[in-house]
């Protein structure tokens, strides 16, 4: 799985702040019913609604990797069009397509 040269240091740099971090995230999917699919396509929704390019990506490859389909993940941007507007939805479809276009690597 691609993963920035950033987030790399950052786990070379503060690898117990990185375990603390990956086990509270570990902890979050654990506390609820959704299969890991559906996890992945609220998280790609929030990453586009803080308009975070790095995360938009990132949850677009883990829901490709969990079975979602481009129809599902497009969809899933589409619905921020009515909560972050337009200009967000917009570059966030395209931060997605990139992915999609590269087959999720």
Do not use: C
């Not at 979050?28 to 790609?44: C, F, H, I, M, Y």
């Not at 929704?45 to 490859?61: Q, Y």
């Amino acid at each position: 799985m691609y993963l920035p040269e950033k987030y790399k240091n950052f786990v070379t740099d503060y690898p117990e702040i990185f375990k603390a971090y990956k086990e509270m995230g570990t902890l979050a999917r654990e506390s609820g019913p959704l299969d890991e699919k559906t996890q992945n396509l609220v998280k790609l929704g929030i990453a586009v609604g803080t308009n975070s390019r790095g995360a938009v990506m990132s949850h677009t490859r883990k829901a490709l990797d969990t079975g979602a389909s481009r129809e599902e993940i497009n969809h899933a941007v589409l619905l921020s069009l009515t909560t972050t507007g337009f200009p967000n939805m917009i570059a966030a479809m395209h931060w997605v397509n990139e992915v999609l276009e590269k087959g999720g690597d």
